[in-house]
C-alpha cells in the first residue's frame, strides 16, 4: 500500500480521536482504569518492540466485558498482526469490530484498505460507502474522498476459491411434465429427460493477474474463472472454464476495462458450448455512497449439441449499490441479452430486473433478493405449435455466520426457488436450490 494511503489513514483517525471507536466522545467512554492502563501498557511494549506480550495483553482484553476495551484491544491488535504480515487475522478482528460498533470509522477504514491488499476490492468499496452512510464531519469527508481515490490502485494478483454442498431439487432445470405438446400430437417425455434431484459439490473459483504499463496509469488485467456443479451421477456434472485479458483504464473516478475472453462449458463430461467474445466493464462512484457498474459483451457461439443454436450473442447490464446505513445496502440490477441464431426458433430476446437487500446483524450478514424476467423467441420451431415465451423468477435468501469463523473463513448458507412458466414443456421447470458452505469471514 502506498505511504500516502497510511497518512490519509493517519490523518483520518486523528480526527475521528485515533481509537477504534472514533465516533464516542471521551467523556461518553466508561473505560475501567484497570483497562485503560492495560491498554497503554501494551502500547508501550509494542513500541518497545515486545510485540508478542503485547499481543498477550491485547488477546485477554479482547474478552473484557467493556465493549469499548473489548473493540479497542482487537483494534490495536489488528494492526500488530497487520505490521507481521497477518492479514487475514486482522481482517477478521477488524470486521469484528465493525460487527459491535457499526460507526467505527477508523476500524472500517483499516479494514478496507486490507481488502484492497487482498484482492477484494469490492469489499474494499462496500466499505467506503459504510462509512459514508454513518455521516461524517466535512473536513473528514474530504479525507475520505481522497483516500476513496487512492484506493483504486490495484493489487498486482489475487485468488479467490469457494466450496459448497448442494443440495438441489432440479439439477439438470428439467421439466416435470410427462408429455409434450407438438404439431403432431403429445410425445412422452422420457425419464431422463424429466427434472431429477441431487446433493452436489458446488464449486467456484477465479485468479487474476495485473500487469502495469509503463509511463501510464493503465494496467494489463488477465484473469481465469470457473465453476462446477458436480454429482455422483456425472452425467449431470455442469463445468465451465473462462479466460479473458485486456486493459484496465483509470479515468479519473471512473474504472474501465476491456477485455477478450474464451469460455468452454462441459455438460454430463461432455463438450457443450464454446464462445469467443470482447467486453467493457464500467464502475463510477456516484457520490460517497453509492456505486455505479456498467457491461456490455458480444460473442459468437459454437454450441457443441445443436448447431441450430450457434450464433452471435450480445448483452448489456447495469447495477446500482447504495448504503442505506453503514449496517445496510440495497442493490439493483437491470439486464438484457439478445441471441440471434441460425435457426430462428432459438433466436431469442430477454431481460432480467432484480433487486436485493443485504444487512449485518451483529456477526451475521443476510442478505434477501428477487430477480424477475421475460424471454421470447423470434419464431416457432417446427415442431411446436407455439413460438417460445418465458416468465422467469428467483428469491434467494442468505446467512453468513461470522460468530463461527475459523481461519479467516465463516459458514454461509443460500437458498434459493426458480421458477421459469414456458410455452414450451422443455424449458418450463421448478427448482429449489441450497448451499451450504465457506466463505471469508470479512
Known sequence: MPTRLWTLLAACAALLGGTAQGTAAASERRLSATGEQLLGLSERMAAAGSTEQAKTILSALEQDPDPNIRNEARFRMARLLEAQGMNTGAAVLLRAVVDDAPTAVPARLELAQLLDRMGDRDGAWRQMRAVRASGLPASVARLIDRYSEALRAARPAGMSIEVALAPDSN????????????????????????????????????????????????????????????????????????????????????????????????????????????????????????????????????????????????????????????????????????????DPGYSTTGWRAGLSLWRDVGRLTLTAGGEFGRLSADERLSLFPDRRSDRYTRLSLAATFRQLQFGGFAPVARFSMERNRSSIAFYDYKRRRMEIGFARAF
Open 171 to 342: 439439477i439438470n432445470r428439467a421439466t416435470r411434465s410427462d408429455t409434450l405438446g407438438t404439431v403432431i400430437g403429445d410425445f412422452t417425455i422420457d425419464q431422463d429427460a424429466k427434472a431429477k434431484s441431487g446433493t452436489g459439490l458446488a464449486i467456484s473459483a477465479q485468479g487474476y493477474r495485473r500487469f502495469g504499463i509503463p509511463g501510464t496509469s493503465a494496467a494489463l488485467l488477465a484473469r481465469v474463472s470457473g465453476f462446477g456443479d458436480l454429482y455422483r451421477r456425472s452425467k449431470f456434472n455442469d463445468i465451465a472454464v473462462d479466460a479473458a485479458a485486456g486493459p484496465e483504464l483509470q479515468l479519473g473516478s471512473n474504472r474501465l476495462n476491456l477485455e477478450a475472453g474464451t469460455t468452454m462449458r462441459w455438460f454430463g463430461q461432455k463438450p457443450y458450448s464454446r464462445s469467443a467474445r470482447i467486453g467493457a466493464a464500467w464502475m463510477r462512484p456516484l457520490g460517497g455512497r453509492t456505486q455505479l457498474d456498467a457491461g456490455l459483451s458480444a460473442a459468437l457461439i459454437d454450441n457443441r449439441v445443436n448447431h441450430l443454436e450457434d450464433g452471435r450473442d450480445f448483452s448489456a447490464r447495469l447495477s446500482v449499490e447504495h448504503a442505506l446505513s453503514p449496517t445496510m445496502g440495497v442493490i439493483g440490477t437491470l439486464s438484457g441479452e439478445r441471441m440471434s441464431a441460425r
